[in-house]
């Protein structure tokens, strides 16, 4: 195990970096700017290797380099701005780095080379623990049941680990609640089936496994936005499980390399065949009819109605796309409630095979589900947003519209919200709503001016 420093001032993306370090046994210390890196390096602390974004909100990154080297402590450096083989040589070269990645990176070679710097062979993926990701079936499966006869979430990624294979988690989901193994009463979810997700089958060979810590390194929403940690997976081009919950409300987000596969919910009305039926292209007769075909016939809700022509492919991956941005917008109005990370990849046999671009689901979902009320609460009149020096986006990857993208070379930081409403041919809701959804995309900013030190550059972005 080592124990590692990740220095950067993207809060979810650093908070992301150190989880996957723990799901790899190690010990990472997270720090937003360059001063807390260098209150961090006291007598008493110790860091077998570190991580340093070059550009920080206060210091040079190049200056905490230093200080790391002093202190004997290898390290590697990124950076969203600084690109090409010239600010690597530097990097490298001239300020002691071992490695150097640009942004957006692969996080499991910028980890590998954590591992490598700080004297450790890299953890193999079989050794990652994933009963994390039982605990959530478990909770999405009983929390909130759905009234249809066979409630499987529609295209589920295969969450088995060495302990329990899937088709039983699959038999369990579809198991009548006449015929279900009972549940004690006493213990809340995922408690109550602690028993069946935790146990050792007996012809199962000993193995220590480490333990993850509850949530793995979870957060609160109070303190970030669910818009912001889809960027922070869509920088790092990371696979695996984002968990959002608020009170009772489960919801889980899948991954492959930084985009949106699928998401779950236990929710009833957010279940797949539900969601048809709220849409239209379901009658209730022909829901039912699914689900008595799905649940004779041990499929999925999507599959027995492709099984019985109630659906076409094509339809079933429209809907499923609108399903799954839906079940992410619902949750971009959350500021109250708790998030974690998980390693666990979604198995693409068992995925329809949708990839969806993070930037674009912000922008839609913001323009979409926002109030006026609301947008004007967030975004004052006053505020002055600038162009963000290493945004997780190109803008050549979103997708604007002639006004929008008008509207995003007027924000230059020169000119308040209400500049840009009186410059803009957009509707106020749709100006402020664009205006929002690049904020919480990360390509504009607002720089808080503090006295005594040195603002982040634009570099004329």
């Not at 260098?38 to 230093?66: K, M, N, Q």
């Not at 689900?291 to 079933?316: I, N, V």
Request: one cysteine or more; a negative charge; glycine letters at 8%.
């Amino acid at each position: 195990m080592a124990r590692l420093l990740i220095v950067e001032d993207n809060q979810e993306l650093a908070s992301l970096i150190a989880t996957v370090a723990q799901t790899r046994g190690h010990d990472a210390l997270a720090v937003f700017t360059g001063e807390s890196a260098l209150e961090s390096l006291g007598p008493t602390s110790h860091f077998d290797a570190a991580l340093v974004d070059l550009l920080l909100p206060d210091i040079r990154g190049s200056e905490v380099l230093g200080a790391l080297r002093a202190h004997g402590i290898p390290a590697i450096a990124v950076s969203g701005v600084y690109k090409g083989d010239r600010f690597a040589q530097e990097a490298i070269k001239v300020h002691g780095a071992c490695a150097f990645f640009e942004k957006p990176f692969e996080l499991d070679a910028v980890l590998n080379a954590l591992e490598e710097a700080a004297g450790l062979p890299p953890v193999p993926q079989s050794d990652l623990l994933d009963e994390v990701d039982l605990l959530v079936l478990e909770e999405l499966v009983q929390e909130e049941p759905a009234p249809e006869a066979a409630p499987t979430p529609e295209v589920s990624p295969d969450p088995a680990g060495p302990d329990l294979p899937a088709p039983e988690l699959e038999a369990e989901a579809d198991t009548d609640s006449d015929t279900a193994e009972p549940m004690s009463e006493a213990l809340p979810l995922p408690f109550a089936r602690r028993d069946a997700v935790w146990a050792e089958p007996v012809a199962a060979p000993e193995r220590r496994r480490r333990e993850l810590p509850e949530w793995s390194l979870g957060g609160d929403l109070k303190h970030t936005r669910v818009p912001r940690l889809l960027n922070a997976y869509y920088e790092a081009r990371h696979h695996g499980e984002l968990k959002l919950r608020q009170g009772t409300v489960l919801k889980v987000v899948y991954f492959e390399a930084g985009r949106v596969v699928y998401a779950a919910s236990n929710l009833a009305p957010e279940r797949f065949g539900r969601f048809c039926l709220r849409k239209g292209a379901l009658t209730e007769a022909q829901l039912n009819e699914a689900a008595t075909y799905a649940r004779e016939h041990s499929l999925r809700t999507g599959d027995a109605l492709l099984k019985r022509g109630l659906l076409s492919p094509s339809q079933r991956r429209r809907l499923l796309e609108e399903q799954v941005k839906e079940i992410l917008w619902s949750t971009f109005a959350w500021v109250e409630g708790g998030y974690g990370f998980s390693p666990m990849r979604p198995q693409r046999a068992d995925l329809v095979p949708l990839s969806l671009f993070p930037g674009d689901l912000i922008l839609e979902g913001v323009t979409r589900t926002e109030t006026l009320v609301a947008l004007r609460q967030s975004m004052a009149p006053g505020r002055r947003l600038f162009p963000s020096a290493a945004p997780p986006y190109g803008l050549h990857e979103l997708k604007l519209t002639g006004p929008q993208a008008m509207l995003l070379t007027f924000a230059d930081g020169t000119k308040t919200v209400e500049d840009l409403l009186a410059l803009t041919d957009l509707s106020e809701r749709e100006a402020l709503g664009t205006l929002r959804g690049l904020e919480l995309s990360g390509v504009l900013e607002e720089r808080q001016e503090t006295p005594g030190r040195r603002q982040r550059i634009s570099f004329g972005l």
